[in-house]
């Protein structure tokens, strides 16, 4: 079945460490972005990408770096020099470039300790 | 900037019951909305959407209805069932192309919790 697969599903990190989260689709769609989601809170865009080789920062992308190396993969990195990174990320294609539905991975949780 | 809200964080009711759940957006240019489902731990599923040039849509259980006269969006959700407990989101898009291709305004969610 297509989908959009993200890892790892649980994720903790030292303060000051990088970490990159993974997000692969299969579902040939052109789009795929990045969301943060915090508790009370909807999810707030980091990044997006349209095409390969082509990203742009969304609302949040500071302390974020991201890749469109292949069209299937788009790799978000929370630096250390996001200052509050703990959050659930979640990964996005978009499923209906007429209306911009997002179709979205099941999530990563990351925790700083 | 232009956002998205809902009037009530939490609706708690009772199985069978119909649910409604609000949404109010500010932007007058928004052109879709569309409202998700997440379930703990997951990340958000469609449930339905509406385009600005309509005031109701219905689907299996759902209807949404939006009133652009005051920005109003809803969810009704008939017989509601034990298995639609989770939390629920607006969403608004300003329309295709430019800086807003794809981008979605979500609301802050409403948690829907249904007693058997």
């Known amino acids: 079945d297509g989908g959009i697969t993200q890892s790892p599903k649980y994720l903790f990190r030292k303060e000051g460490q990088n970490v990159t989260l993974s997000c692969e689709q299969n579902?040939?769609?052109?789009?795929m972005y990045w969301y943060r989601q915090d508790p009370g809170q909807g999810l707030r865009l980091i990044y997006y990408?349209?095409?390969?080789?082509?990203?742009q920062k969304g609302d949040i992308a500071e302390g974020y770096s991201v890749s469109r190396e292949k069209k299937e993969s788009f790799p978000l990195t929370v630096t250390s020099a996001q200052k509050n990174p703990t959050a659930f990320y979640l990964c996005?294609?978009?499923?209906?470039?007429?209306?911009?539905?997002?179709?979205f991975g099941e999530g990563s949780r990351l925790t700083v300790l | 900037g232009e956002s998205v809200g809902l009037h009530l964080p939490t609706l708690s009711v009772q199985e069978g019951d119909n649910s409604i759940i609000n949404c109010a957006y500010s932007?007058?240019?928004?052109?879709?909305f569309i409202w998700y489902k997440q379930e703990s731990g997951k990340g958000p599923q469609f449930i339905i959407d509406?385009?600005?040039?309509?005031d109701k849509r219905q689907g299996q259980r759902v209807t949404v209805l939006l009133n652009k006269t005051v920005k109003h969006l809803s969810l009704q959700i008939a017989a509601t069932q034990p298995g639609d407990s989770a939390v629920y989101f607006c969403?608004?898009?300003?329309?295709?192309?430019?800086?807003?291709?794809?981008?979605?305004?979500f609301g802050q969610g409403t948690i829907l919790t249904v007693h058997p």
């Open positions: 990408s349209q095409i390969v080789n082509d990203f």
């Open positions: 579902l040939n769609h052109d789009a």
């Open positions: 932007n007058s240019a928004s052109d879709y």
């Open positions: 509406i385009r600005s040039n309509m």
């Open positions: 996005a294609t978009d499923r209906d470039t007429y209306t911009g539905e997002l179709f």
């Open positions: 969403a608004e898009n300003t329309g295709r192309g430019g800086t807003s291709y794809g981008k979605l305004t």
